[in-house]
């Protein structure tokens, strides 16, 4: 009898082209070389653009010094979304997928929403702290530890029925936050939507260090793990093949996903389409397979972005706060175009 039952449509990623990529690698210099001072120009123009006070004296340095909390937080803010998208889609071995399909930024969001609904608008104000911060990161790194281990790494483990239930989680936690979010008043739910909406120049310059630590560490796994990551590109049935233990390595780039995601959020908000835009322009420009290439690509390419996007708005169009609100949309109409050119998952 034919098997009537049917699967998730995906894409997967092409596999690596060892010859193409040998031919890339002399190219790609230059367009390292170029994008990396193209990032150091922002990060310069951003810190001491139009600063009032004469270069080299006290008030200098203190506008200098407070805008390099910006210019941090957008580093890092960079970093975690150009990092994570690249290794979750390694992991699902699916490009046009991205982090926050697994509930992640609803997570962030039902923890807010909760803390208004409960202790009201003042409360969840006067409880903000580096204790607040840990407890958001390690309850969204927890819900999606549990949920892969439980769902992945068992003997019927399947990455599309994680991803599913990622999927049927994340909208029952958008549920519950619309459904809390009617019964707020208006006040609570104005000081609500400030906490929802991605601003990268809300963030507390006392959680940097220690978001710039836990991200060193990621990043340190996650170099050691390259070459592994390019077996993992192959597909399950390759790297299984090669040697590689596929369900532990997959499990441990979900978690750093998570972790990385995490830290970006709740620093700064969700940010849905941003690593999706970086991750695929840099497979794009690139044109290689490695993630020795791809990952510090994706990296400078979301610096550039950012940073570039925060100064012409700051000082061209005055309305710095608008940037992740233009990277939301634009990031929405670039992975539909991409989704409607692929044609499927």
């Known amino acids: 009898m034919a098997d009537t039952s049917t699967s998730l ?8 082209d060892v010859d193409r990529d040998r031919r890339s690698a002399p190219r790609l210099w230059p367009r390292f070389a170029v994008l990396g001072l193209v990032a150091v120009a922002a990060v310069v123009g951003v810190l001491v653009w139009n600063i009032p006070s004469t270069p080299g004296s006290r008030g200098f340095w203190l506008a200098v010094e407070m805008r390099f909390t910006t210019v941090a937080t957008i580093l890092i803010v960079a970093c975690c979304q150009a990092v ?22 609803a997570v962030y969001v039902v923890i807010q929403t909760a ?36 769902l992945f790494s068992g003997r019927r483990g399947n990455l599309h029925v994680m991803l599913l239930v ?22 609570e739910f104005d000081v609500l939507s ?10 507390n ?29 192959l597909g399950r049935d390759t790297a299984t093949n090669l040697g590689l233990r596929y369900k532990r ?20 908000g969700p940010m849905t389409f941003f690593g999706f835009i970086v ?43 608008l940037l992740s609100v233009i990277i939301e949309f634009a990031g929405g109409l670039f992975f539909i175009v991409h989704l409607l050119r692929k044609g499927a998952l």
């Open 9 to 16: 449509p995906t894409r997967p990623a092409p596999a690596p």
């Open 84 to 105: 994570a998208t690249v290794l979750f889609h390694t992991a699902t071995n699916n490009r046009i997928l991205t982090p926050s399909i697994m509930g992640f930024e």
């Open 115 to 150: 803390l208004v609904f409960f202790f009201g608008g003042a409360a969840a104000a006067a409880t903000d702290g580096l204790a607040k911060v840990a407890i958001q990161s390690l309850l969204m790194v927890g819900f999606a530890t549990v949920l892969y281990t439980w």
């Open 166 to 187: 990622g999927v049927v989680l994340g909208v029952g936690f958008g549920s519950l936050s619309s459904f809390m979010q009617r019964l707020l008043t208006p006040s």
């Open 194 to 203: 400030a906490r929802l909406f991605g601003n990268l120049s809300m963030s």
């Open 205 to 233: 310059e006392a959680y940097l260090p220690w978001a710039a630590l836990v991200i060193a560490i990621a990043l340190g796994v996650v170099w050691r793990r390259r070459h592994h990551l390019d077996v993992i590109a």
């Open 249 to 268: 390595e997959v499990t441990v780039l979900l978690i750093l996903t998570s972790v990385l995601i995490s830290i970006s959020t709740t620093l700064v």
């Open 279 to 321: 991750a695929t322009l840099a497979y794009q420009l690139t044109g290689s397979s490695q993630h020795r290439h791809v990952l510090p690509f994706a990296f400078l390419l979301s610096v550039v972005t950012l940073l570039g996007g925060y100064f012409v708005l700051r000082h061209v169009f005055y309305a710095a706060g």
